[in-house]
């Protein structure tokens, strides 16, 4: 919750409480048995503005934290800042197959750029329209170079698994192949163990792999 007061107080954040339809937004999150204290405090705090200074914005959050803090009902305080800090996904990120964030490589419908996976340590240098194009890759396959001689690759089979490397995709693929590696090592001295009760019943059971 301390993290919050900057969050939703200052204008670099949300100015919940500097704006006067977010105030009378988030003071409608009240619960009704807090009815008339919550309009009491609408009409005060409505009728002098906030200047958008982070003192008046933080003070009128520490008096609605401390009115219900003294109340008993932290209940209502966590539920206000849940309300406010937990990450929306819009519909169509959790109902469609094909929505960008659903897997690495799909095409996006409508920009036909492909959802490439990326170093997080990074992520402030990424720039999203800079991924390639379904029509851009396809460029990049007809392309053929003097040095480049498809016989290098063995059968029709690696042609078509190595294309990938004469494309824009090659670094986010290479870096993906890494990311899974770490996930799954394909070494058997890298495999976690099984329970001496597994082995000594003779069970091939599943391993766990980390995931963090």
Known sequence: MPRFANYCSTKQGQDLFGVPARLDKILSN????????????ASDWLS??????VEVSIRRWN???AFLTERGRMNVLKQLVLTYTYPRLDVNVSTSLNHLLKSPFCIHP???HVCIPFDPRYVDS??????PTLPQLIDELGVRTGQETMGSIE???????????????????EYFEEFVKRLAPSDETERPLQSAEAVANGKDV???????
């Open 30 to 41: 009240l619960p009704e048995e807090l009815g008339l204290i919550r309009e009491s405090v």
């Open 48 to 53: 002098n503005p906030s200047d958008g200074t």
């Open 63 to 65: 008096t609605l934290r």
């Open 110 to 112: 409508k920009t036909g």
């Open 126 to 131: 990424l720039e999203p329209f800079s991924a």
């Open 155 to 173: 059968g029709e089979a690696g042609k078509h698994l190595l294309a990938y490397k004469r494309t824009s995709l090659k670094s986010s693929v």
């Open 206 to 212: 599943p391993l766990t792999v980390p995931v963090f």
